[in-house]
């Protein structure tokens, strides 16, 4: 079995602790942790696998959930290398679009105005790729396409054609967002975020106002921040009311993707009456929607079999992984239309596996997941602390499997 390597969370708990001049007891105390759990977690021993221990000790210590974490990784297999070559175009297009949105004066087109039905279908093919949780094709397409419709922002200004880029440029920076969310970039997700707002601000659809609420949240949840996740939420849902009280199908997706925030949010601070109260609302709302609903026109994917991933990733974090496993019955996941959302299950799957005591079935979940999408296995923070714990412990029956996955994830010391 390799060695893990000593860049490991641990080592920057020890710098964020020293650095708000608390002892391991103090730190231990306030997040509710004994001091030899701490002294393990700051020596390698212990891994943080869970994101309400990790933001709480952000919290406690006041650093930053993105440096404790260690985002982004340096991957370099499995297209690793290719997405993140796309980074510093996607950062300066978006600089460039939050410009031209808040009308900056002196901006001029780079390029002729395209044919919007040309950028729809990139677009949708941008969606798909992330939805197939294709993180380099997404990040490949995404930086001449957001080029593209600021050339079209410049040129439109008025009348229909205006309102067609503006919805596109909503579409399209909201992939963006979850696209950079993936590969470990939550500060420039942020800004995607922001511009799929300003384009939404200026359509004045509440539709489109509770979509990129929805991916605001999805930003915040990246950064650890839980109180302002909660408040997007609740201010989205009471604002889609008037429409979800009628039966609207859109309204009705949002209303139940935004609850689902609202349920991780609630997880990760450690409320879990409040998580699973919220999961519950979330099923309800669900079962207004048609059979076999999901919804992949505002890229949530909501549905019953939605929420039952995010039920897993409840039961992980609250540490009842058998009751998040089995909370919406009558459903299987493998039939979501979405392999962003089937492997983000799979890592909760496997999590929840290794705290039941199944560790070798968690390195079997987690190597399927990997060869369905390995750049999302290989990029995510909680599949790749459950290797290191499962590299620590060891796993005889599976030593060539997870030997693989240290190596694939950049672990080796």
Excluded at 222 to 237: F, K, N, R
Excluded at 273 to 293: M, N, S, T, V
Aim: hydrophobic share 45%; proline share 4%.
């Amino acid at each position: 079995m390799p060695e893990p390597s000593q860049e490991h969370i641990g080592r920057r708990v020890r710098i964020a602790r020293i650095a708000a001049g608390l002892s391991q007891g103090e730190l231990a105390g306030l997040v509710g942790r004994s001091v030899h759990w701490i002294e393990d977690i700051e020596a390698g021993r212990l891994g943080l696998d869970r994101y309400s221990l990790i933001c709480a000790i952000a919290e406690t210590c006041q650093v930053d959930v993105v440096w404790l974490l260690g985002q982004p990784y340096r991957l370099s297999r499995e297209a690793g290398s290719t997405a993140y070559s796309f980074i510093p175009a996607l950062r300066a297009v978006l600089r460039r679009a939050s410009l031209i949105l808040s009308n900056h004066p002196g901006l001029a087109p780079t390029s002729e105005t395209g044919d919007i039905e040309r950028m729809r279908v990139r677009g949708t093919a941008v969606s798909r790729a992330r939805q197939k949780a294709s993180l380099a094709d997404a990040a490949s397409l995404l930086p001449a396409l957001l080029e593209e419709l600021n050339t079209a922002l410049l040129t439109h200004d008025r009348g229909p054609e205006r309102t067609a880029v503006l919805t596109l440029v909503v579409d399209v920076a909201r992939n963006a967002r979850q696209t950079l969310n993936q590969l470990g970039y939550p500060d420039l997700a942020w800004n995607a975020a922001e511009v799929a707002a300003g384009a939404a601000t200026q359509l004045d659809d509440p539709i489109a106002k509770a979509a990129v609420a929805w991916d605001r949240c999805g930003a915040m949840l990246h950064q650890g921040s839980m109180p302002e996740t909660e408040a997007i939420a609740l201010a989205a849902l009471r604002d889609l009311e008037p429409l979800t009280s009628g039966g609207d199908e859109a309204a009705l997706a949002l209303q139940g993707a935004l609850t689902l925030r609202h349920v991780i949010a609630c997880a990760r601070a450690g409320r879990t009456e409040d998580a699973w109260e919220h999961a519950r609302r979330a099923l309800e709302i669900a079962g207004r929607l048609p059979a076999g609903f999901a919804d992949l026109r505002f890229h949530t994917v909501f549905g019953r079999v939605n929420v039952q991933v995010h039920a897993a990733e409840v039961g992980v974090e609250i540490e009842e992984p058998g009751k998040g496993l089995s909370f919406v019955r009558d459903v299987n996941v493998a039939d979501v239309p979405s392999r962003e959302r089937l492997t983000h299950y799979k890592i909760d799957r496997a999590r929840a596996l290794q705290q039941m005591g199944k560790a070798a079935d968690a390195v079997l979940t987690l190597r399927e997941a990997a060869a369905g999408a390995p750049l999302y296995v290989y990029a995510h923070p909680m599949a790749r602390a459950l290797v290191e714990d499962l590299a620590r412990r060891g796993v005889p029956s599976q030593a060539a499997a997870l030997s693989g996955l240290v190596r694939k994830m950049s672990l080796v010391a």
